[in-house]
């Protein structure tokens, strides 16, 4: 298997796929742009279309030492790459269509091209005849039987950029953007006919789910999908509500959904099929937690909200807290209330009476906090690009940072089952983290998703992620039966926080390989002068950390730098004594 890389790393991952549940990375070939596609030549080589206008023909004979033995540059960025015989045929950009001879691997020659309206983004040719996803221009379909003179024959237009074609006898399939997946027969390709579609509902930003539901928010309110049997997810009713709606919560037969500025929608969910919306808030609304009768929004600059929603055609605001600093996320537990408060920390909130709430403490998390979760005496909190923090409350008024784990992106809604957190991780998809151990929390399962994860729901063994382009169900029953808690692999180098940051007198630098490197770790003052070299020698693929202890040295700020293999990564430091 070969998998184009977009990361820092731009190159093709190879990939033995012998034993599909355990597919192993052979190695990792770098190419000299961003690698669009990839397609086989043959058993020895590879085509690699790449961002930087050329095509490159790669040996793989031996697939753990890849290289290169030919090049076809072309005027733009080659984006896909479909091979049929001794021909290439390169989707282009706004150059078109090229048609390229590979007979000869080292010598790889231009015979023909074709125009395009659009620009040419994916590719595949059967029975000479190319199918181009042409972006803003829908489908366009050349003749390609005379390589030396391809001609455009027939299109498909589209509302929506095309990104992808795939087919299957005379059927071709177009990934349609937001208008969905449509199926064209093109059995007369100057004629395409189309047959069939299947609408996506569109982005899903939050879900939560009850007695066999979930319950999604999106651009046009709120959809209610039965996953009785996660397998086979049916939609059963929409709600549309003012404008888009972000996140949601369920209690008894009310869904209560935020719409930012628009405020609060409560929604009657006693009957899935028709949901109706029977009472509203205008106050400002990022996050929503329903208890006892009670809404707790986190209103951005304006804090901490409480509603009475006993009567939900009537909620009426009866408690406010004005927070430091932007309220992004609220948990609650027994008589307080805990708000992700942005780049404030985490905020401590007494709502015994929920008439005058007041705050008893504080934890500065030096993050950008927009997720909380509690289990027992440990808050559980989304630090945004700082990842993942882990908060001891057992007393309400010294919260203390204990544990933490950074991760490849934004981590902003958390959810606790099992002894396991479930964290969104924006492109990172969501991750699986086992805290059995709070001090040190350990990622056990990861899945990347085709876009941005903005929140998930766990569901039995399932996880349901609402992600920017869909709403996904992924299966995580490995992760409880310990099959996959084996360390994952990052895509590229990646250079962690220290923590603590600032620090007295030792700090944890932790760091993560894409596979087996020689690196070197590095102090520095910030005169650039090397203070002390850390590590020096060749390390397996994975996570790793290293503990410096700056004792000998003076209060200041430090730079700590890996190197590996030509790649450099760098942050600061802060030691105070």
């Given at each position: 298997m070969f998998v184009t890389a977009y990361a820092s790393n731009w190159g093709i991952f190879i990939l033995d796929i012998s034993d599909p549940l355990e597919p192993e990375e052979l190695t990792f070939y770098e190419t000299s742009g961003r690698a669009t596609g990839v397609a086989p030549y043959g058993s020895d080589y590879i085509c690699v279309s790449s961002g930087f206008?050329?095509?490159t023909l790669v040996n793989i004979a031996d697939p753990t030492v890849p290289f290169a033995v030919g090049h076809a540059d072309l005027n733009e960025g080659a984006y896909d790459v479909s091979v049929v015989d001794t021909i290439a045929y390169v989707a282009n950009g706004t150059n078109g269509q090229r048609v390229i001879d590979i007979a000869n691997?080292?010598?790889?020659?231009?015979?023909?091209?074709?125009?395009?309206?659009?620009?040419?983004?994916?590719?595949?040719?059967?029975?000479?005849?190319?199918?181009?996803?042409?972006?803003?221009?829908?489908?366009?379909?050349?003749?390609?039987s005379n390589a030396s003179s391809p001609q455009p024959v027939g299109s498909v237009e589209n509302p929506e950029p095309v990104v992808?074609?795939?087919?299957?006898?005379?059927r071709v399939f177009i990934a349609a953007g937001n208008t969905g997946l449509r199926v064209i027969d093109a059995t007369v390709p100057a004629s395409p006919l189309e047959i069939s579609s299947i609408d996506r509902p569109g982005p899903a930003y939050d879900v939560a789910t009850s007695n066999g539901y979930a319950f999604v928010?999106?651009?046009?309110?709120?959809?209610?999908?039965?996953?009785?049997?996660?397998?086979?997810?049916?939609?059963?009713?929409?709600?549309?509500?003012l404008g888009t709606t972000y996140r949601v919560d369920v209690l008894a037969n009310i869904a209560c959904v935020t719409e930012g500025?628009?405020?609060?929608?409560?929604i009657d969910i006693s009957t899935p099929g028709a949901p109706q919306v029977i009472g509203s808030c205008r106050t400002h609304a990022n996050d929503v937690v329903l208890t006892n009768g009670y809404a707790f929004v986190a209103a951005g600059y304006e804090g901490l909200y409480i509603i009475d929603i006993s009567n939900p055609a009537q909620p009426i605001e009866i408690g406010h807290f004005d927070t430091p600093g932007m309220a992004r996320g609220v948990a609650i537990r027994d008589e307080y209330a805990f708000v992700a408060d942005y780049t404030s920390g985490l905020r401590i909130i007494s709502i015994e009476n929920p008439h005058s709430p007041f705050e008893v403490g504080f934890s500065d998390t030096t993050g950008t906090d927009t997720g909380v979760a509690i289990l027992d005496n440990l808050a559980y909190v989304g630090s945004g690009y700082r990842g993942f923090r882990v908060?001891?409350?057992?007393?309400?008024?010294?919260?203390?940072?204990?544990?933490?784990?950074?991760?490849?992106?934004w981590v902003n809604q958390i959810q606790i089952v099992d002894g396991f957190t479930f964290a969104t991780n924006g492109?990172?998809?969501?991750?699986?983290?086992?805290?059995?151990?709070?001090?040190?929390?350990?990622?056990?399962g990861y899945y990347n998703t085709p876009g941005q994860v903005l929140g998930l729901a766990v569901y039995g063994s399932s996880v349901i992620a609402a992600d920017n382009y869909l709403l996904g169900i992924y299966d995580y029953s490995e992760v409880l039966t310990g099959e996959n808690t084996k360390p994952s692999i990052p895509n590229s180098l990646i250079l962690h926080t220290c923590f603590p940051n600032p620090f007295n007198a030792s700090t944890t630098i932790r760091y993560s390989l894409p596979r087996a490197m020689n690196i070197?770790?590095?102090?520095?003052?910030?005169?650039?002068?090397?203070?002390?070299?850390?590590?020096?020698?060749?390390?397996?693929?994975?996570?790793?950390?290293v503990r410096w202890n700056g004792e000998k040295y003076p209060s200041g700020l430090y730079i700590y730098r890996i190197v590996a293999n030509e790649q450099v990564l760098s942050d600061k430091l802060l030691l105070l004594k």
């Amino acid at each position: 298997m070969f998998v184009t890389a977009y990361a820092s790393n731009w190159g093709i991952f190879i990939l033995d796929i012998s034993d599909p549940l355990e597919p192993e990375e052979l190695t990792f070939y770098e190419t000299s742009g961003r690698a669009t596609g990839v397609a086989p030549y043959g058993s020895d080589y590879i085509c690699v279309s790449s961002g930087f206008s050329a095509l490159t023909l790669v040996n793989i004979a031996d697939p753990t030492v890849p290289f290169a033995v030919g090049h076809a540059d072309l005027n733009e960025g080659a984006y896909d790459v479909s091979v049929v015989d001794t021909i290439a045929y390169v989707a282009n950009g706004t150059n078109g269509q090229r048609v390229i001879d590979i007979a000869n691997p080292a010598n790889p020659h231009e015979l023909g091209f074709a125009d395009t309206p659009g620009l040419s983004y994916a590719v595949e040719v059967q029975n000479n005849i190319a199918y181009i996803a042409d972006y803003n221009h829908g489908m366009s379909i050349v003749d390609c039987s005379n390589a030396s003179s391809p001609q455009p024959v027939g299109s498909v237009e589209n509302p929506e950029p095309v990104v992808d074609v795939a087919f299957r006898g005379e059927r071709v399939f177009i990934a349609a953007g937001n208008t969905g997946l449509r199926v064209i027969d093109a059995t007369v390709p100057a004629s395409p006919l189309e047959i069939s579609s299947i609408d996506r509902p569109g982005p899903a930003y939050d879900v939560a789910t009850s007695n066999g539901y979930a319950f999604v928010t999106g651009p046009d309110g709120m959809r209610t999908i039965n996953i009785s049997n996660p397998n086979v997810p049916l939609e059963t009713g929409l709600c549309s509500t003012l404008g888009t709606t972000y996140r949601v919560d369920v209690l008894a037969n009310i869904a209560c959904v935020t719409e930012g500025d628009s405020g609060l929608q409560l929604i009657d969910i006693s009957t899935p099929g028709a949901p109706q919306v029977i009472g509203s808030c205008r106050t400002h609304a990022n996050d929503v937690v329903l208890t006892n009768g009670y809404a707790f929004v986190a209103a951005g600059y304006e804090g901490l909200y409480i509603i009475d929603i006993s009567n939900p055609a009537q909620p009426i605001e009866i408690g406010h807290f004005d927070t430091p600093g932007m309220a992004r996320g609220v948990a609650i537990r027994d008589e307080y209330a805990f708000v992700a408060d942005y780049t404030s920390g985490l905020r401590i909130i007494s709502i015994e009476n929920p008439h005058s709430p007041f705050e008893v403490g504080f934890s500065d998390t030096t993050g950008t906090d927009t997720g909380v979760a509690i289990l027992d005496n440990l808050a559980y909190v989304g630090s945004g690009y700082r990842g993942f923090r882990v908060v001891d409350v057992s007393d309400v008024t010294r919260p203390v940072q204990v544990g933490f784990v950074d991760t490849p992106d934004w981590v902003n809604q958390i959810q606790i089952v099992d002894g396991f957190t479930f964290a969104t991780n924006g492109l990172g998809g969501f991750r699986i983290l086992n805290v059995a151990n709070p001090q040190s929390p350990a990622t056990v399962g990861y899945y990347n998703t085709p876009g941005q994860v903005l929140g998930l729901a766990v569901y039995g063994s399932s996880v349901i992620a609402a992600d920017n382009y869909l709403l996904g169900i992924y299966d995580y029953s490995e992760v409880l039966t310990g099959e996959n808690t084996k360390p994952s692999i990052p895509n590229s180098l990646i250079l962690h926080t220290c923590f603590p940051n600032p620090f007295n007198a030792s700090t944890t630098i932790r760091y993560s390989l894409p596979r087996a490197m020689n690196i070197t770790l590095d102090i520095f003052n910030i005169a650039g002068q090397l203070v002390e070299s850390i590590v020096d020698n060749r390390q397996a693929a994975g996570e790793h950390d290293v503990r410096w202890n700056g004792e000998k040295y003076p209060s200041g700020l430090y730079i700590y730098r890996i190197v590996a293999n030509e790649q450099v990564l760098s942050d600061k430091l802060l030691l105070l004594k």
